[in-house]
């Protein structure tokens, strides 16, 4: 006590602040939270703003796209709030000829970049998707008319930038956030098999809010799945090169021929496309970890969409686990533009592989199973109008069942088609190369 009094206050003050910069320089944060010093430090790679938009630039890119193509292109932005916490998503779709044709006719996707605030690369690619989209951009080698006629049978809902709140925290420094604005993780806070922890849980990176679908986000994400109803849904991560299908929450497949189907598609993918650089099967089976409350998961299995993958588009596996930037996206303009050009050209393909090769086979046989897969929709729609309208709330638990129907219905037709592509491209391997059978 003596001596702290007869300490002049100035030096002690000096004495103080290099001891807090000592020890700051000693022991960094393992997340890389350090503010806006974070790039700084040694082995630390920042933000290369020569490559990457930051998210107001991006988002204003795309509204920009938006309004130069409005046959082809709408936009608009939802929003939502929760104990004070506000959250907004901008959504871009996609669907050309509206005006002429029935959306109902159309294969719907739904896509969504950016859920975590740090793989900055992932809404790099959805500028780039929207780009070819609006054929302000193209894709190298592709054959013209079969892309437009794939477009013409699609409805697409971008979702270019989930976590615009995470994005910002990650602009400000830290660059290693995945969270949203509060400290949620938003691919934890999602119906199925939420909040479980496992033995190694980092509730720095897997914080699942205090319920399901607490987040602002996660709500407007889960409005739009079932306003929408898609029949494929892709969510887009980085940290590594793979292409996942459920599940995330157990180390397994589905069981049946849509579970067989997906695989064949991502394998399909990875060859044509990505050099066969990808793992391929469940996230919870090849990942080194289960996830519970994925997006992915709830998509699958309760929204039944009957197609739900999650794409993991780059990965630095030799980075430090400190130097965020580096480990999840590219940092050079060669890479930069190898994972945006492949990328895309695996969404197309797969949106080739999913409706296109109806009409490259002119097969009256799987025109007729669309047409019964559309129609069904409309006939089972009309049903329950008319009989909700009648029996009122009673027959609620009948809408339910019903509904159940119809989706297994479409995905049994939708199996049909593609096991009936796969045959005929094995068929046509004896007079020509696969890859060109389903080439774009």
């Known amino acids: 006590m003596g001596i702290r009094r007869s300490l002049n206050p100035l030096p002690s003050i000096l004495i103080l602040a290099c001891l807090v910069v000592v020890l700051t320089d000693r022991f960094p944060s393992a997340h890389g939270k350090s503010g806006g010093s974070a790039t700084k430090d040694a082995g630390i790679t920042p933000i290369n703003h020569d490559l990457y938009h930051t998210s107001g630039a991006l988002?204003?890119?795309?509204?920009?796209?938006?309004?130069?193509?409005?046959?082809?292109?709408?936009?608009?932005?939802?929003?939502?709030?929760?104990?004070?916490?506000?959250?907004e998503i901008t959504v871009v779709t996609y669907d050309r000829d509206r005006?002429?044709?029935?959306d109902k006719a159309k294969l719907r996707i739904l896509l969504t970049f950016g859920q975590?605030?740090?793989e900055l690369i992932t809404t790099e690619l959805a500028l780039r998707f929207l780009s070819i989209l609006s054929e302000e951009e193209f894709l190298p080698n592709i054959n013209r008319s079969t892309f437009n006629r794939t477009l013409s049978r699609l409805v697409i809902k971008v979702v270019p930038m989930e976590n615009l709140n995470g994005r910002k925290l990650v602009e400000d420094g830290e660059l290693?956030?995945?969270?949203?604005?509060?400290?949620?993780d938003l691919n934890r806070n999602w119906g199925v098999d939420w909040g479980k922890k496992e033995k190694d849980y980092d509730p720095y990176e897997e914080n699942p809010g205090t319920g399901p679908f607490s987040e602002p986000e996660t709500q407007l994400m889960r409005?739009?799945?079932?306003?929408?109803?898609?029949?494929?849904?892709?969510?887009?991560h980085s940290g590594m090169e793979a292409l996942f299908m459920p599940y995330d929450h157990k180390n397994t497949t589905p069981d049946g021929v849509p579970s067989q189907i997906m695989k064949s598609m991502l394998e399909a993918l990875n060859h044509i496309h990505?050099?066969?650089?990808?793992?391929?099967?469940?996230?919870?089976?090849?990942?080194?970890?289960?996830a519970h409350g994925t997006a992915t998961d709830y998509m699958y299995d309760v929204a039944r969409v009957p197609m739900a993958f999650t794409f993991e588009i780059f990965g630095d596996l030799k980075a430090s686990q400190k130097d965020c930037f580096k480990m999840f996206n590219p940092i050079d303009i060669i890479s930069f533009n190898r994972?945006?050009?492949?990328w895309s050209a695996a969404f197309f393909q797969m949106f080739t592989m999913g409706v296109q090769q109806m009409d490259g086979l002119q097969s009256k046989a799987?025109?007729?199973?669309?047409?019964?897969?559309?129609?069904?929709?409309?006939?089972l729609n009309g049903y329950l109008m008319h009989r909700k309208s009648r029996y009122g709330k009673k027959m609620e638990v009948l809408e339910l069942g019903l509904r159940e129907i119809r989706t297994y219905f479409r995905l049994f037709l939708l199996s049909s088609v593609l096991l009936l592509f796969m045959f005929c491209s094995r068929i046509s391997k004896s007079t020509r190369p696969l890859v060109s059978a389903i080439s774009l």
């Not at 990808?278 to 289960?290: D, K, W």
């Not at 799987?366 to 006939?379: G, K």
Request: proline residues 2%; charged residues 25%.
């Open 116 to 118: 975590h605030g740090r």
């Open 176 to 184: 290693c956030e995945r969270r949203n604005g509060r400290g949620v």
């Open 99 to 102: 005006k002429d044709n029935d």
């Open 59 to 87: 988002l204003e890119e795309v509204e920009s796209l938006v309004h130069r193509h409005p046959d082809k292109l709408s936009i608009e932005t939802l929003s939502g709030t929760n104990k004070g916490y506000k959250a």
């Open 366 to 379: 799987v025109a007729s199973s669309f047409d019964h897969w559309v129609s069904i929709d409309d006939y």
């Open 223 to 236: 409005k739009l799945s079932v306003s929408f109803e898609p029949h494929i849904w892709v969510n887009v």
């Open 339 to 342: 994972v945006l050009n492949d």
């Open 274 to 290: 990505l050099k066969d650089s990808c793992l391929i099967g469940s996230g919870g089976a090849s990942v080194g970890y289960l």
